[in-house]
C-alpha cells in the first residue's frame, strides 16, 4: 500500500510516528499548516499537544473550524498566535480576551505575504497529503489554500499522508501561478498538479487514516430564501440587460444563503453556470451534477464521506469539471477582473452609504475574519454583499448609520441584497446610496429611525458628500448595549 | 501647420468653432472629459459655459482643479455631477452642500467602471489631442488618465487639437493593456501610442493655441523634512535587509511631502530606482534627470512651459526614460502588485489600529477623492501612509482613536510614518499595532491621550480583539468641533 503512496526512497526513510515528528517543532517556531476547511494534519497537531510538546507556537493556516486539533492547540497553549481565518470557537475566545494574538488577512494575499516575509521565517510546516511522487513532489490533501506558498518558503516540512483518501485523486489540483496565462475556463490548467520539495527539506513523515470530522451544515429558512429571491431577481435584471452574459461565473459560498441562491439559479431555469470558490461542499456538488454549473474552481472541497465516495466513483467525470487551486489563484484580483464574476458574501452590518463590517460584533470582538470578502468585492465584475435586516429576533437591525468595523468600503459595494429586496449603487452619490438602501434593503421596523438619522445628519452637515452626526452614528449600536434592542424606546 | 497636426481629411472636414461644437451637447447628457491634471479641453468647455450652452451635464473626468474651466463649469450649472477626482474649489463647495452630485472611485477601476456600463451611456466626449493621424487615430495631449475609456465608449468625440504642445511628443504615450504581458520595465511597449477612433464617431474638430494654467506647487517644510527622514529611514531599513531591492520602484506623488522625500533620497544616495506615478511634476523630472530615477511611467506629464521645452528639446532622452499610460495601467492591481512597488500616500487621518481616511473632514466634507491610494496601499509590496503628526497648528492629532471615513483599511496599511517617526504593522495584531502607532508616530502632546483612549478600551472589552468604546471613539473629533483643538481642556 505505501509503495504506491511514497515514491520516494529518501522520503520513505524519514517515516516516523506523529509523537517522533511532533517534537522536532520547538517552542516559539512559526509553523505552517495545511488545510482549509479540510485537509489538516490532525495527527501531528494533536501529538503536539501532548505534555511535552512545543508550545507557544504562532500558526499559519486556512479556514479552520472548532473541530480538532485546534481547540486542543488553543487550551493547551500550542498555539498562541493564529494568522489565517478561523471559525474556532475556543480560539475566537482567546483572541478576543487578549489570549491569543491573531492576525485577520486578505485571503488572496496570504502567500504573496508569506512569500515577502511580512511575518518572518517559517521554521516548519505540518502538510496533509495523498502521496509523494517519485522526485519527492507532494500530492497534497483536497485542500490547497497558502499550502503552496508553505511548502516554498518553509525551512523544514512534516508530510502526514493519509491513506483514507483515494490516491486517485491526484490530478485534482492545479498549482500552477502563471500570471502572464489568462484562466478563459475554470478548467484551464496554469502549471503542475504537485507541488516539488527538495528531499533536504523534507524532516518527517507520518501514515495515518484519520477521517476528519465534520461540521453540521445549516438549514435553510424563510428569510434565507427571501434573500435569494431578491439576489436572483437582481441577477435576472442584469442578464436580461445584457450587462452580465447568461452563463456567468458566480462567486459562491457555504451555509445557509448560499445554498437558497444556488436553490433559486436552479429553480430559476439558470443554466451552464461557472463556479468560482473558496469552499465546494455537498450541495455544491448536487449543482454541478444538475448542470446548473458545468464547471468550478476550488480551493478545498469539504465532501462528507458519502459525497466523496461519489467523486472517487465518478473520478473522470469530476476531473473534467472542477480543479482544485491556491488561494493565490481562487482569491487572485487579478484572476477575479479577468472572470468577470459575481461575487456574493454575507456581511455582519452594512451602513446606508455601502460601508460593509463582515468581522467585528459591535466593532470590537472578531468572529472569524475577511477571508476572501473583500478579495471579491474589490475585484469582481458586480459586487454583492447579502444579509438579513435583522438579527437576534429582529433587535438588531444589519443596516446601520455607520458600521462599527470597516472591511469593504462604500467603493467596493455595487448591491446591497437583503429578503426586502436590493439596492443597486453603481453610479450613485453616498446621499442617493442612503435612500435606496434605506428604502430597498432596512427592515421596516427600522426605516424610520435610519431616515430620521440619515435626514437630520443631511440637515446639520447642509448636505456634505457623507452626511453623518459623530455623536449619533453609532446610537443603534449603544441603544443595543443599553437597552437590548436597536429599536427605539 | 494644421496639415501635419491632421493627417485625416474625413477629420479636417469636421473643423469648427469651440462654440459650433459646444452646441453639439444638450442639455442633461453624460460627457467624458480628457485630462489628468493637464491636457483639458479648456476652449470647448469654457463655450459651453456661455449663456445658451448645456446646462445639467454628468461629466466623467480626472484630476480636475481650480483652475478654469471647472470653476465656470461649476458656477453656471454646466456641471452638476461629476465622476472623478478633484481638488476644484467651487465643485468642492457644491458637492459638500447638495448642489452636485459627486462620485469618488478608485482611479485604478474607473476606466473598467466606464466600459462595464456602471455609469450608463456615454453621450461625448471632449478631447484634447495634439494630433489626428492618417487612419483617424487620436494622439492626445499630455496626459492619459481615462482618454482609453472615453475615446472606446463615447457615441461621439470632440477632438481640441492643441497647436501648442509639439506634434514631436508623438510617441511618448503608450495605450496598450495587454493583459498577458508583463511590464518588467517602466519602458516596455503594452501596445499602440495613440487611440483607434472611428470615423463616424468624430463629431468636431476644433483647432486652439491655448496654454494652461498651472497651480503653485507647495514649498517644503520642517515637518514634510521630518516625514520624508522617517521614510527615508525605513527604506534603507527595507533595502539593506534585502526585502526590497536597491534599485526598487516608487509610487511618487506630487507636493510638498513627496518632494522632501525625493530630496531625501537623493541625499541618501539611493540611484537608479524606478518611478511609477499619477503626475510627473517638474522636481520629478529634476530627480530623473539626477540619477536617482532611471526610468518612469506616469498618466501625466504636470510641467510648466519652461520643464515643457526642456522635455521638447531633449525628446528623444526623454522618451526613452518615461512613457505615459492610462490609468488602467498606472493604477491597476496585477501591474501593481508585479512591480512589487513601495507605495507612499498621504493621509486626512489615520488610527490607532492601522486604518485610514484620505478624504474626509470629520467624516462628512469631501476634500478631493480616493486618487489612486487605496489602488497602491492594497497591492503594492510596502505600503506607506504618511501624514504629519498634527495639523491646525497643533489642534488637530493626524492620529486619533478612530477615524472617521475609512478608503484603506487596518490590511491594506504596513508602514504609518509621521515625522515623529515610523510604525511597521506587518504581521502585527491589532492591539500591538497600536502601540507602536501611538508610541512612534503621534504627537508627544497627543500620546497620552491615545494611550488613555487604548488601555481604557482594552479594559472594557476585556482585551476584544480590536478594542473600541464606541461612546468615545470620536471624542477627538468632538472636542475639536466644540472646542477648537483635539486636546484635553
Redesign the interface.
Known amino acids: 500500500m505505501l509503495r504506491h503512496r511514497i515514491l520516494n526512497e529518501a522520503a520513505r526513510s524519514k517515516i516516523m510516528s506523529a509523537q517522533q515528528a511532533a517534537r522536532l517543532i520547538e517552542s516559539g517556531m512559526t509553523i505552517g499548516v495545511s488545510g482549509f476547511a479540510t485537509g489538516f494534519p490532525y495527527a501531528v497537531l494533536m501529538a503536539m499537544c501532548e505534555p511535552g510538546g512545543p508550545r507557544g507556537l504562532t500558526v499559519l493556516g486556512g479556514a479552520i473550524g472548532s473541530e480538532e486539533p485546534f481547540p486542543s492547540m488553543t487550551n493547551t497553549g500550542v498555539m498562541t498566535?493564529f494568522?489565517g481565518w478561523q471559525r474556532c470557537r475556543e480560539l475566537r475566545y482567546k483572541?478576543?480576551?487578549?489570549?491569543v494574538?491573531?492576525?485577520?488577512?486578505?485571503l488572496g494575499?496570504f502567500a504573496?505575504?508569506i512569500r515577502?516575509?511580512?511575518?518572518?521565517k517559517l521554521d516548519f510546516s505540518v502538510i496533509q497529503c495523498m502521496k509523494i511522487r517519485e522526485d519527492g513532489g507532494l500530492v497534497p490533501a483536497l485542500a490547497a489554500g497558502i499550502v503552496n506558498a508553505l511548502v516554498e518558503c518553509s525551512e523544514k516540512i512534516i508530510v502526514e499522508l493519509n491513506t483514507s483518501l483515494s490516491a486517485e485523486l491526484e490530478g485534482i489540483h492545479d498549482f500552477g501561478l502563471n500570471?502572464?496565462?489568462?484562466l478563459v475556463s475554470m478548467l484551464d490548467r496554469l502549471g503542475d498538479d504537485f507541488l516539488p520539495c527538495p528531499p533536504e527539506k523534507l524532516a518527517a513523515v507520518v501514515i495515518t487514516d484519520d477521517v476528519e470530522e465534520r461540521l453540521p451544515t445549516r438549514d435553510t429558512n424563510e428569510i434565507y430564501e427571501g434573500i435569494a429571491a431578491s439576489v436572483i431577481r437582481c441577477l435576472r435584471r442584469e442578464t436580461e440587460s445584457g450587462?452580465l452574459p447568461k452563463d456567468f461565473t458566480l462567486q459562491v459560498g457555504t451555509g445557509g444563503v448560499a445554498n437558497a441562491v444556488l436553490q433559486g439559479l436552479r429553480e430559476g431555469g439558470f443554466k451552464g453556470l461557472s463556479m468560482f470558490t473558496e469552499i465546494l461542499s455537498d450541495s455544491a456538488l448536487d449543482f454541478l451534477d444538475s448542470g446548473v454549473f458545468k464547471e468550478a474552481t476550488t480551493t478545498a472541497l469539504d465532501l462528507s464521506p458519502e459525497a466523496l465516495d461519489r467523486v472517487t466513483a465518478n473520478l473522470q467525470t469530476y476531473k473534467s469539471k472542477l480543479v482544485i487551486r491556491p488561494l493565490d489563484v481562487t482569491n487572485n484580483?487579478?484572476r477575479i477582473?479577468?472572470m468577470g464574476l459575481v461575487g456574493m458574501n454575507t456581511v455582519v452590518e452594512a451602513d446606508i452609504y455601502g460601508?460593509v463590517n463582515s468581522t467585528?460584533v459591535?466593532?470590537?470582538?472578531?468572529i472569524s475574519g475577511?477571508g476572501g470578502s473583500?478579495d471579491f468585492s474589490?475585484?469582481c465584475?458586480l459586487s454583492i454583499f447579502i444579509t438579513p435586516s435583522t438579527a437576534k429576533n429582529g433587535n438588531i437591525s444589519c443596516i446601520v448609520p455607520m458600521v462599527?468595523?470597516?472591511?469593504s468600503?462604500e467603493?467596493d459595494t455595487?448591491i446591497i441584497a437583503t429578503e426586502y429586496g436590493f439596492a443597486d449603487l453603481?453610479?450613485?452619490?453616498p446621499?442617493?446610496r442612503a435612500l435606496l438602501i434605506i428604502e430597498n434593503c432596512a427592515h421596516p421596523d427600522y426605516r424610520g429611525l435610519l431616515r430620521d438619522y440619515f435626514g437630520e445628519?443631511?440637515k446639520a452637515?447642509?448636505?456634505?458628500?457623507?452626511?453623518?452626526i459623530?455623536?449619533k452614528?453609532?446610537a443603534f449600536?449603544?441603544r443595543l448595549?443599553r437597552l437590548g434592542t436597536m429599536k427605539d424606546g
Open positions: 498566535r494568522y483572541l478576543n480576551h487578549g489570549e494574538g491573531f492576525i485577520d488577512v486578505h494575499q504573496g505575504k515577502k516575509g511580512d511575518y518572518g500570471p502572464e496565462k489568462r450587462r484580483a487579478k477582473d479577468d460601508n467585528h459591535t466593532g470590537t470582538n472578531m475577511l473583500n474589490r475585484s465584475k462599527t468595523h470597516h472591511d468600503t467603493h455595487d453603481r453610479g450613485k452619490t446621499k442617493e445628519a443631511c452637515t447642509r448636505g456634505a458628500h457623507t452626511p453623518h459623530l455623536h452614528a453609532f449600536q449603544e448595549a
